[in-house]
């Protein structure tokens, strides 16, 4: 009976004690803690390099772009120089003459070009060099002075030299109805108006510049300045009365002053 008891008590006794662990398998589990820290510490140290990496190649990429000189016309010809001619009409060799020094300065001072005057073929002659910069100078300058022969005056044709989206249109007063005669010469009258009061109505209302040479007429302004332009003479050259054409400018300078 004694004996019973003393092995239930050493039981209970055993079972309250603590559990006690292993000496390999702590050992075992204090390696696998510090392999683990290892890795943890391997991994981060990995991130820290892409990170640094990242950062030298977005310095790298910032600060070693290759920067490259602007090309001048001349050198992105190969050292080879354009040429461009503007012929004179007969009706234009005068105040050509007239308005030389006008025409000369801006082509040599601003766009730096060779321009001389050929007299035996009577045309204007542009020439690049080495001074000259941008290499749509040569096509500005031929338009300025193409301007000009039309019957532009030099302060209005030198816009296209300053501005990127004038553009010069032409058209024929029998492109937009077929006349013959007096009926031409009336439908002539009716855009310039009397002592050209209608022709700068138009001008003034709808930003642009109108030269009417005979039955031409030829426009200088920007792309929705010259069709408001045109339609105002196709009215006029099909019969429409000034009064009318006159009030619809009104409320185009309006919905235009408004707009800017």
């Known amino acids: 009976m004694t004996v019973e008891i003393q092995d239930m008590a050493m039981d209970i006794e055993s079972s309250n004690l603590p559990n006690v662990l292993d000496p390999s398998t702590l050992t ?43 090309l001048s ?24 003459r007239e308005n030389w020094e006008q025409l000369l ?31 749509s100078s040569l096509q500005k300058g031929a338009d300025f002075i193409s301007a000009f022969m039309l019957g532009f005056e030099p302060q209005d044709a030198v816009a296209l030299l300053r501005l990127d989206d004038l553009y010069v249109e032409s058209f024929q007063v029998t492109d937009v109805k077929i006349l013959r005669g007096d009926h031409l010469s009336r439908a002539i009258g009716r855009v310039a108006g009397q002592d050209g009061k209608t022709r700068f109505a138009i001008e003034n209302a709808t930003r642009t510049r109108i030269v009417i040479a005979d039955s031409r007429i030829h426009l200088l302004g ?15 050259i099909l019969g429409a009365p000034p009064g009318k054409v006159y009030n619809n400018m009104r409320n185009v300078a309006k919905r235009m002053n408004e707009r800017y």
């Open 105 to 135: 300065t801006p082509l040599v001072e601003y766009l730096k070009l060779q321009v001389r005057f050929n007299t035996r073929t009577r045309s204007v002659e542009m020439k690049t060099s080495r001074h000259t910069l941008d290499t």
């Open 28 to 70: 075992s589990r204090i390696i696998q803690s510090e392999s683990i820290q290892r890795e943890d510490s391997e991994n981060n140290r990995g991130g820290d390099e892409d990170d640094d990496l990242a950062m030298d190649l977005g310095n790298n990429e910032s600060t070693e772009q290759p920067t490259f000189q602007k």
């Open 73 to 96: 016309a001349h050198a992105a010809r190969g050292g080879k120089a354009e040429y461009r001619r503007v012929r004179c009409p007969a009706h234009r060799y005068t105040p050509l």
């Open 222 to 236: 920007s792309y929705a300045n010259i069709r408001l332009a045109r339609n105002a003479i196709c009215d006029l």
